[in-house]
């Protein structure tokens, strides 16, 4: 029922995201225990672009199921070529690494390191390409809060051209049903990316009014250096969400990000502080942090449990 | 050799011919070509059920050598080209050093000599260096034998010195050959700007950046007025343009590649690095408007641009691996089990693409039997089915985007210059059983 590999969410059946949803959910329900389940593995972290919460996450998953973490982050001039980290791997695992978790720039990393080696690697975001944990852990997100993803619309907004959480998302969302609708300057929303079963709008107050879920996306500068955007106030004052368009979300309407939040350029600080001051419960940004734990928790337990 | 050839089907169009044949090679010549030659006095070969074709003339290969000889060397690469049923070759001048002075040229051909096995026409450098900016010395490159010229790989991104450069050849009578993109619109890109290359998450190339590169080229031509050839045109809006060029009396030809004639974008699958190359397979759309304007002669020659690369250099990531892909032992069975197999192709429009067309448009020998012309024929097996197998190539490229592929119509001789060069497979001063002419004869009979 689980690949060996996780790179692609599409390789996961509805009903192992099924299974993860609920074993998610029995790790949370217990989140002060620790379990012995991958007691004597050793997991490697294997970050080669900047991350925190993904990291950590994936950190204290592995702890928590009473696993041992190796950090190796290489030292990137030695790493460039192929034949070299095939040596490492081979390294890492004949001094007993179990799996690998990975996070690389370059799409199709993941593809090529496990024809390698044989042993389980696990996406942590790969370029532009995917990242599953993530979409795994909003999906949790919004079930824990009660939502019936089957009814909801999800509005997309930001840097979808550059997004592995949007990639992950035309199949997460599309499992339980929920519509999506994506949002973007016209330079970072190319139709041709959009599946069928998803719609899309240059104009965000046209489609904010229908969205049961605000998913806010960061604007990746590193990613962009082609002047893609002429200045990020313009695409502020475009797509970012202030006091103004606060007005415009449905009742109850939820927003999320997967973070880091730039303040100022998805949302504004005078409409965080409305909502934090005001409704708080419709922030979902720490709880999808905090849920992200006891996702990838779930997604080592079924990937690599009794393994 | 001289040797008679009978009982197979001929197809020669240039030559008038389309049918059961006598083929009489005298020394290195075709001496007559006849439906009965009655009684002759040379050694005869049964070619019963195979067709006899004029060698395959592949005007876009690359050789590596001199410079990245663990990609390919001439002679393993005429190796591979005459174990393709291709009997000569135009080389693309990204060497290290690049062909852009008599020197290398005069090189290339020595080697080409030693290899003695398909004919190799060296294709000049447009620029010094390859690197857009001065003209290099085309005279003296023609002077020793370049065919042609190319910054292959690169584009002219100058426009006034792609003007000047065509202004030159002029005078040399030989075609210039323009590897059409604009870098700015490619950025970095590495797959179509479709679907596929979108989910993936990779950089992109538009058609557009082909395409525009083509109606420069296109325009320039018409003040120009020399010989202009498009390289592997890989989008319907370059083919479009391509049209209009035509019917405007514009002189200029194009090639496809029998990969973009046959594959889309979604061949690239889960980042095959064996499916990258520049330009990239785009949509079935455009693989469509390739393949009506190969059957209506628009675009005029088939060739493979063969991209030798090594296993190392492939196995990368995708964005960091080299472009390219190999297609010598391909191009021929594929091209005749999807192109003439299933009718989009006469045998004769065929033979005319992928032989008397380039050929024609090189100005060298070859594309037709005609007596009196050098005997370099190819003979193939339409009934035997056989899968590609990259293991076994002599090319030392391994990357093929059709491993696996189950094709028909594999060359089963080749000959160069009246000299067998692959027989069976097995290519001579390559295979340590390649038969004496005595044993193929035997062996027929």
């Known amino acids: 029922m689980f690949p060996k590999n996780l790179f692609n969410l599409n390789d996961l059946s509805p009903s192992a995201i099924e299974e993860i949803m609920s074993r998610a959910a029995y790790y949370k329900k217990r989140k002060n225990e620790v379990f012995s389940l991958l007691k004597g593995k050793n997991i490697v972290l294997s970050f080669w672009e900047p991350s925190t919460r993904t990291r950590v996450s994936f950190e204290m998953a592995v702890q928590k199921l009473g696993g041992r973490v190796i950090n190796y982050s290489p030292d990137t001039s030695s790493e460039k070529k192929g034949e070299n980290l095939k040596d490492t791997l081979n390294t890492l695992v004949a001094l007993g690494a179990d799996a690998v978790v990975f996070r690389h720039r370059s799409p199709g990393f993941l593809n090529l390191i496990s024809r390698m080696v044989d042993i389980p690697f696990i996406s942590g975001g790969e370029g532009c390409y995917q990242h599953p944990t993530q979409a795994l852990l909003d999906l949790f997100t919004l079930r824990d809060r009660g939502v019936k993803l089957s009814e909801i619309k999800v509005i997309m907004v930001g840097d979808i051209l550059h997004s592995r959480v949007a990639r992950s998302h035309f199949y997460a969302l599309s499992v339980f049903g929920a519509g999506l609708t994506l949002v973007a300057p016209p330079v970072l929303l190319p139709v041709e990316l959009v599946p069928d079963s998803v719609s899309w709008s240059y104009v965000l107050d046209d489609v904010l009014p229908d969205g049961d879920v605000i998913y806010l996306l960061r604007v990746q500068q590193e990613r962009q250096g082609k002047g893609l955007l002429p200045s990020l106030a313009e695409y502020s004052a475009l797509y970012g969400i202030n006091e103004k368009r606060i007005s415009l979300l449905k009742k109850g309407a939820l927003l999320m990000h997967p973070g880091p939040v730039n303040i100022g350029i998805e949302i504004s600080r005078g409409a965080v502080e409305f909502l934090q001051r005001n409704y708080p419960q419709r922030i979902l940004f720490q709880e999808q942090a905090l849920n992200g734990v006891f996702v990838r928790m779930a997604v080592l337990d079924l990937l690599l449990g009794g393994k | 050799m001289d040797l008679l050839l009978k009982g197979g089907i001929l197809y020669d169009p240039e030559n008038g011919w389309e049918g059961p044949a006598e083929v009489l090679i005298r020394g290195s010549r075709i001496e007559a070509v006849s439906l009965t030659l009655g009684p002759v006095d040379v050694p005869a070969l049964d070619l019963q059920g195979k067709i006899i074709l004029p060698g395959m003339v592949d005007m876009h290969v690359h050789l590596r050598e001199p410079g990245y000889e663990g990609k390919e060397t001439i002679a393993t690469g005429c190796a591979a080209a005459v174990a393709g049923g291709i009997t000569a070759v135009a080389c693309m001048p990204n060497t290290d050093p690049p062909v852009d002075n ?312 080749t000959m160069v210059d009246g000299d067998i060069k692959m027989w069976q497979g097995k290519v001579k001063g390559f295979s340590k059983d390649f038969p004496a002419i005595k044993r193929i004869l035997q062996a027929k009979e």
């Not at chain 2, 870098?183 to 190339?205: D, E």
């Not at chain 2, 950046?209 to 045109?233: C, T, Y």
């Not at chain 2, 035509?246 to 004639?261: I, R, Y």
Request: negative net charge; contains cysteine.
């Open chain 2, 102 to 413: 008599k020197e290398i040229i005069c090189y290339i051909k020595e080697r080409s000599r030693q290899a003695d096995l398909a004919r190799v026409y060296p294709i000049g450098a447009i620029t010094r260096n390859i690197d857009g900016k001065e003209i290099a010395p085309m005279w003296e490159m023609a002077q020793e034998g370049a065919r042609g010229f190319s910054d292959d790989g690169n584009p002219v991104t100058d426009s006034g010195v792609m003007l000047r450069a065509m202004q030159y050849a002029l005078n040399l009578g030989l075609p210039v050959i323009s590897h059409c993109e604009d870098l700015s619109l490619a950025a970095g890109g590495v797959v179509h700007a479709g679907a596929h290359g979108y989910r993936l998450g990779l950089p992109v190339i538009t058609s557009a950046s082909e395409a525009v590169m083509v109606a420069r080229e296109i325009l320039l031509q018409k003040e120009v007025k020399g010989k202009l050839h498009l390289a592997h045109l890989s989008a319907k809006e370059s083919v479009e343009l391509l049209r209009w060029a035509k019917s405007t009396g514009t002189n200029v030809t194009a090639e496809v590649t029998p990969h973009h004639l046959l594959l889309t974008e979604e061949a690239v699958g889960d980042f095959n690095t064996n499916v990258k190359m520049n330009p990239p397979l785009r949509t079935s759309t455009d693989k469509e408007a390739l393949q009506k304007a190969l059957a209506e002669g628009v675009i005029g020659v088939i060739a493979t641009d063969h991209a030798p690369h090594s296993l190392l250099d492939k196995e990368e990531d995708f964005l960091s691996a080299p472009f390219g892909v190999i297609g010598l032992e391909t191009a021929l069975p594929l091209l005749w089990t999807k192109l003439v197999g299933e009718g989009l192709l006469s045998p004769g429009e065929f033979v005319d693409r992928f032989s008397s067309a380039p050929a024609r448009l090189l100005g060298i020998p070859g594309g037709s039997l005609e007596p009196g012309s050098p005997a370099d024929l190819v003979v193939i097996d339409p009934h035997t089915e056989h899968i590609v197998s990259s293991e076994r190539f002599y090319s030392l490229g391994r990357n093929t985007p059709f491993e696996g592929w189950r094709l028909k119509g594999y060359p089963v001789m």
